[in-house]
């Protein structure tokens, strides 16, 4: 792959880069999050430690191997995965800006799937053997992680369903409404048009078919004239007919939190 793997590389430093200070984060001007209270601002401001960037390609996490640090993304597209020995892939969900990520490997002490950039991120990062210290000092951070990792087993359910019984051109149709969605609560989309950085493989590995059905089932998807994708650039054009064409339930409502 010509990545280095694991944690091991995330030992880097990010000089010159900079960090983003929790009370300019740009996350927190969105309508879509929830506000800190000036407690839990400042707590925030000690409890993150560091600020990274990954280019496209470059791990974050490696299943298997020890996590020192969770992180929350600030920028860009993370796509989680579980490998079989032999090479076979199976992408189980993605990441974007105010997801948190690491936090099975703080709780298990090792991952159990590994983490990946899509594109070019930037990830604050936080010390797992502090996270405690945020349960105890502030139990609506801890609330907040609950929920964060309540929404992810949400949406891997609505994978489990999609990839157990969703026809394959239904899968395709889930998982590009899915991304749409979330992407616009992370103010990655501007006038119904995102960068959507997946290859037909990633498409593929997401849905559970061979890359030539994955290929086919996209055609006729493509049929229903609901969206145009172009490259890297893709734009919605009718949502609904999405999703009446593969059942999706609707999105969660209201401002959700992140930390």
Request: proline letters at 4%; a positive charge; one cysteine or more.
């Amino acid at each position: 792959m010509g990545h280095r793997r694991g944690e091991v590389a995330n030992e880097e430093a990010t000089s010159g880069w900079g960090t983003t200070p929790c009370s300019t984060c740009p996350l927190r001007a969105s309508k879509h999050y929830r506000k800190f209270s000036p407690g839990e601002l400042k707590f925030m401001e000690t409890f993150k430690i560091d600020e990274r960037r990954r280019e496209t390609g470059q791990t974050i996490l490696t299943e298997g191997e020890s996590a020192n640090h969770m992180y929350t993304v600030l920028s860009g597209w993370v796509m989680k995965y579980k490998s079989l020995e032999d090479g076979r892939r199976q992408i189980i969900n993605y990441a974007f800006p105010g997801d948190l990520v690491g936090l099975q490997g703080a709780a298990f002490g090792k991952m159990q799937h590994s983490v990946e950039a899509l594109s070019p991120v930037t990830l604050c990062v936080f010390d797992r053997k502090k996270l405690w210290s945020l349960y105890e000092a502030h139990p609506g951070l801890g609330f907040d992680i609950t929920w964060l990792a309540a929404h992810e087993k949400s949406i891997l359910a609505d994978f489990l369903v999609t990839v157990g019984q969703r026809t394959a051109s239904e899968r395709i149709a889930f998982v590009l409404v899915n991304l749409f969605r979330r992407a616009q609560v992370s103010g990655m989309v501007k006038r119904g048009t995102m960068e959507l950085p997946l290859t037909q493989d990633h498409l593929a590995d997401t849905i559970g078919f061979s890359l030539v059905h994955t290929n086919r089932s996209l055609s006729r998807v493509r049929r229903l004239n609901a969206f145009e994708w172009h490259g890297a650039s893709f734009t919605m054009l009718d949502e609904d007919v999405l999703v009446e064409f593969a059942s999706i339930p609707p999105a969660v409502a209201g401002p959700r939190p992140f930390i």
